[in-house]
């Protein structure tokens, strides 16, 4: 729900003041139905170093069905229509080739011409190689370089709805890579910006139910009553997931409420209750084990250190980081977690940046970013095809977020490449990515959503 100062923003009278200071707020195009993948032309580059893994991803790009043309050297213009003008949906440059800083020239010359033909909502990928994996040192450079170009051409793009993000390819990793290229250049990650993204080699190929590729599968996610968890049971739930809602009793009747709408099942557990990991894992195992646990659940308990009691030190621990853990272990321990199985957790951009009166809630949740970090290395998990990932929510608009003061909120909320916040159906999409069961080549990452927030990393 827009407040005050963001429907007077976007009224006539608000947007002509607003496009005066330069405060723009462009709307950005969320999924609706479909596939949320662009109808216009994604233009795919940057074969002429490395032909034949840039046809490797045009397949990937023709199986999501988009309508893809390929740039053969450096010169773009034919790919916007004869007189070099039309607009495109995406542009997809693939730098693997790039070996040294001259070769780097290649990034201007074609995205100089080119950003001005991607439409409004538009979608940037560039496609990097791992730098562990680089053979010299000049190639090293080249391929980090492509970072520090994505995150800031992203900064230009994003008064415009258009997103740009590095996806670091592992050999070989392009048919892996299937669901994190439809769900980048879809609206479902309409959020997402400035972000590199890893995507592992994984053996599995891509073969699910596209629809609804959940169907049949249970997926446990706590913190389910309101918020961004009731976002996610309702986005998981729409792509085809039988939900188990977990969140604390008082919040018994909204659980209901959402759980019926979404014909889920509601558990009432408060998750830090030492018998909260048996009820759910006893759950899971009565309908066939889980595929996913989404460790949604947290508070906010915000004092300077100095005056913080030790309650509300542990209470931000134990229901942001402590019960996560015990809960992940007895799933783990009892065979109620399945093979291919997804445990994902939510920190927040705070666990990266830090924050003024925040030291429990930065802990709890940068404390979930180390667990997915070890946790995502495991191999026996690996052999099973478990993967462990988390989101970092930036700024997103909840209940939580509406308790802050005004002003303050107004600013927080502009503090990013998208001069906006998220909407709680931002993290529940990426959500959706990670349990997506063609996603076994995402795994130990940490996604920021929050529209290129300024501060952190
Ligand atoms: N809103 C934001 O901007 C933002 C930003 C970064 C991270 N996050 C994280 O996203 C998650 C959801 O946040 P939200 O904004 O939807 O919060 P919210 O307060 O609206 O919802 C949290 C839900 O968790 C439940 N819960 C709390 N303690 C529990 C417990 N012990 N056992 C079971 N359930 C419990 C609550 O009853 C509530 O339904 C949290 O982990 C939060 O830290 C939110």
């Known amino acids: 729900m827009p407040d005050k100062i963001e429907q007077f923003l976007r009224s006539n009278a608000g947007s002509a003041i607003a496009a005066k200071l330069g405060l723009v707020v462009p709307d950005l195009e969320r999924y609706e139905s479909g596939s949320g993948l662009p109808t216009g032309r994604v233009v795919l580059a940057g ?15 023709d199986a999501l069905g988009l309508d893809c043309f390929v740039v053969t050297g450096s010169d773009s213009s034919a790919a916007f229509g004869e007189d070099g003008a039309e ?3 995406a542009l997809v440059y693939d730098g693997r080739g790039l070996g040294n800083a001259g070769d780097l020239a290649d990034l201007h010359r074609f995205f100089s011409p080119a950003v001005r033909r991607l439409s409004n909502n538009g979608r940037i990928l560039v496609i990097a190689e791992p730098v562990e994996a680089a053979d010299s040192p000049e190639r090293a450079a080249a391929q980090r370089a492509l970072e520090g170009f994505t995150r800031s051409l992203a900064k230009e793009i ?19 890579a299937r669901t994190t290229l439809g769900y980048l250049l879809s609206t479902k990650s309409a959020y997402i910006d400035g972000q590199a993204v890893r995507v592992r080699a994984a053996t599995a190929t891509p073969g699910s139910n596209n629809e609804k590729p959940l169907t049949d599968k249970v997926v446990v996610v706590t913190g389910a009553a309101r918020g961004i968890g009731e976002s996610i049971c ?26 019926n709408a979404i014909g889920g099942e509601p558990l009432d557990a408060d998750i830090t209750a030492e018998d909260a990991p048996a009820k759910i894992a006893a759950k899971a ?16 308990r915000d004092k300077l250190l100095v005056n913080m009691s030790e309650q509300w030190w542990d209470m931000t621990l134990e229901i942001n980081l402590a019960a996560a853990q015990r809960i992940s272990a007895h799933l783990l321990s009892e065979g109620a977690l399945n093979d291919g199985g997804r445990i994902i957790g939510v920190a927040s951009m705070v666990g990266i940046s830090g924050q003024r009166g925040q030291t429990n809630y930065a802990a709890s949740k940068a404390g979930v970013i180390g667990y997915v970090d070890y946790m995502s290395r495991d191999a026996a998990l690996a052999a099973r095809g478990i993967t462990v990932n ?12 509406e308790a802050i003061p005004v002003l303050t909120r107004e600013i927080a909320r502009r503090l990013n490449s998208l001069s906006q916040g998220g909407q709680p ?8 990515w990670f349990a997506h069961p063609d996603s076994t080549a995402i795994n130990g990452v940490t996604l920021r959503v929050c ?5 952190g990393a």
Do not use: Y
Not at 234 to 259: C, F, K, N, T
Not at 451 to 455: D, M, S, V
């Open 47 to 61: 074969g002429a170093h490395s032909e034949a893994a840039t046809l490797a991803l045009r397949e990937q790009i």
């Open 451 to 455: 529209g290129q927030n300024w501060i």
């Open 87 to 89: 607009k495109c949906a």
């Open 425 to 432: 159906e931002d993290v529940a999409e990426a959500i959706a």
């Open 158 to 176: 994003g008064n415009r709805g258009s997103t740009a993000q590095l996806l670091l390819l592992d050999r070989g990793a392009e048919a892996a």
């Open 234 to 259: 309702r986005v998981l739930a729409r792509e085809g997931a039988r939900i188990v809602g977990v969140d604390i009793p008082p919040s018994a009747d909204e659980l209901r409420a959402v759980m």
């Open 285 to 300: 195992l009565e309908l066939g084990g889980a595929h996913a646990i989404v460790h949604n659940a947290g508070v906010t």
């Open 390 to 401: 988390a989101v970092a929510p930036g700024f997103i608009e909840t209940q939580m977020t």
